[in-house]
Structures are given as C-alpha cells and as structure tokens.
C-alpha cells in the first residue's frame, strides 16, 4: 500500500478534504481517502504534496493525428473551406505528425489526463496511442467533399476501425 497526501483531496463522492490521505493498493489503484493522518500508525511512510490531488481528467474531443497542424489551419474559412485546408495541410512528413502526436500525448499525461476520446482518419497515431500511458478510445471519422466516394470511402472506414479495434484501441 502507498500513501498520499495534499492540502486539499478533490473526490469524486464528497467534498474535499483539507489534510487527507489517498491511499492506494499495489496496482495503484485507489482503496481509500483518509479524512487526516491520525487515521495512520505514526511510523506510515506519507508521500506529501503541496496543492491538491484530484481525479485524472478525460479530453473527450481530440484529433491527435493532427497535432501537427495546431495554428494551420486560418479560421473563417466554412466547413468546406476547413476541410479543404486539412486535405492539404494533413500529409505532412511522417516524422513530423509523430513527432507532434508524442508531445501533444506527454502534456496531456502531465497535464493529468487519463482517458482520450480520439476521433481518428488515419493510423497515423496508432503507436503513439499503442505506447501512451493514457487510455484511447478511437473514433472512427470519415469525410470527403465528394459524394461518388461515399461507398468506398465506407470500405476504408470500416477497414480503419477493424485495425483499431484489433489493437485494443
């Protein structure tokens, strides 16, 4: 078991707790929150922080395979003005867009981010994702300013969201 504490415990079930203790089991699994450390033997080794612990945070809306383009893409432009922006912008060199989905993924983890709803085109974040110590959930999203590519642009999509689904992602 670890031991844990803060100024301030944020839970997720009651108010917080000024001076409390959040203690964990081997996993690093949260077994339970201490209202003060006289709950606890005095030899207990303490980890003490200055600040707050709280839950891990979930960015429910990401396109990390585009981190690459932050900043590219001019606003005003309409919906198809948009997608014609990313269609151009979108194959970059390789290196780059993992590159840019590395970093995007470590500040979200130091950010305290835990859980990412990705909405994804492409494999182009798949080991990123893969490798993170963050949990993904990929959505799968297609588009195309073309309607006569609607069928096969399905068979892709769908050839896309097997690959991650055989990777847990």
Known sequence: ???????????????????????TDDEGRITEILNNRQQLGLDTEVAEYHGLICPGFVNTHCHLELSHLISQVPAGTGLQGFIR??????????????????????QMYESGVIAVGDISNTTASLEVKKNSKIHYH???????LHESRAESLLDEGLALLQTYQSNGL
Request: one cysteine or more.
């Open 85 to 106: 922006e990313l269609i151009r912008l979108r194959n970059s060199d390789e290196y780059k867009i993992l590159d840019a989905a590395r970093n995007a993924d470590r």
């Open 1 to 23: 078991m670890k031991f844990f504490s803060a100024d301030i415990i944020i839970t997720c079930s009651s108010a917080p707790v000024k001076g409390g203790i959040v203690v």
């Open 138 to 144: 990929t959505f799968i999203e297609l588009f195309d």
